[in-house]
């Protein structure tokens, strides 16, 4: 079944500790990039990777790191979290090019106290 | 730079109204892309359509149907005789075909409403 998958789905931790959102697609897909939904926002994208070893900033990238070295993995690293890294995070893959749709992750639900 | 603007925040319907969502964008590209996702209460985002710039042909699927005006710059949808099962948050996105990225701009999401 083509799927992307993400976890852990929710995560409650505490400021500071690092910790690692990992996204897997099995559709050979070359795009893939993570977003944060936060209530009134809507999805706002963090980073986004065009393929292996390329990754780029998407429109709000600040505390946050990514990492490509295989095509089918996107992991989101948090070094040190904080209370504002609180929301709803989806990854999310798709074939290059501007006409192709999303396939979204399940989301992983981040609490940081 | 694109922007995709749904200023509908929240709607709330009875089953069987028809309603229609916004969907506002703007862009500088002659050459684009607009979709339609779905995230029901359970979370997850489901595509639903999507539309180049170069057909403004309307689109019928069963309930839903889609009215892309490029004069006003909006792909609105609507939903006939709406059920509960209707009751999701509702996005609009736009992708340039310039540039090379082809990051998609997504609106804030329409949450949608469905009293039985």
């Known amino acids: 079944e083509a799927q992307v998958t993400q976890n852990p789905r929710y995560l409650i931790t505490v400021t500071g500790k690092k910790l690692t959102v990992t996204c897997s697609q099995n559709?050979?897909?070359?795009?893939m990039s993570w977003y944060r939904q936060d209530p009134g926002l809507g999805l706002r994208q963090i980073y986004y990777?065009?393929?292996?070893?390329?990754?780029d900033k998407g429109d709000v990238p600040e505390g946050y790191k990514v990492s490509r070295k295989e095509k089918r993995n996107f992991p989101l690293i948090l070094e040190s979290p904080s209370p504002n890294q609180t929301s709803l995070y989806f990854c999310?893959?798709?074939?290059?090019?501007?006409?192709?749709?999303?396939?979204f992750g399940p989301g992983t639900r981040l609490t940081v106290t | 730079a694109q922007k995709v603007t749904q200023a509908q925040t929240e709607i709330s319907v009875v089953e069987k109204e028809d309603v229609t969502l916004d969907c506002v964008y703007e862009?500088?590209?002659?050459?684009?892309?607009l979709f339609w996702y779905k995230q029901p209460p359970s979370g997850e985002l489901v595509f639903l359509i999507r539309?180049?710039?170069?057909?403004?042909q309307n689109e019928i699927s069963g309930r839903y149907s889609w009215n892309f005006q490029k004069s006003t710059s909006s792909f609105n949808f609507t939903i006939t005789a709406s059920q509960v099962v209707d009751s999701a948050v509702y996005f609009c996105?736009?992708?340039?075909?310039?540039?090379?990225?082809?990051?998609?701009?997504f609106g804030r999401g329409t949450s949608l409403i469905v009293h039985p």
């Open positions: 999310a893959s798709r074939l290059a090019g501007p006409d192709y749709e999303q396939y």
């Open positions: 559709m050979n897909h070359e795009y």
């Open positions: 990777s065009m393929n292996v070893e390329v990754t």
């Open positions: 862009t500088r590209d002659t050459t684009y892309y």
């Open positions: 539309r180049n710039s170069f057909d403004e």
């Open positions: 996105a736009l992708s340039e075909a310039a540039g090379g990225s082809y990051i998609p701009t």
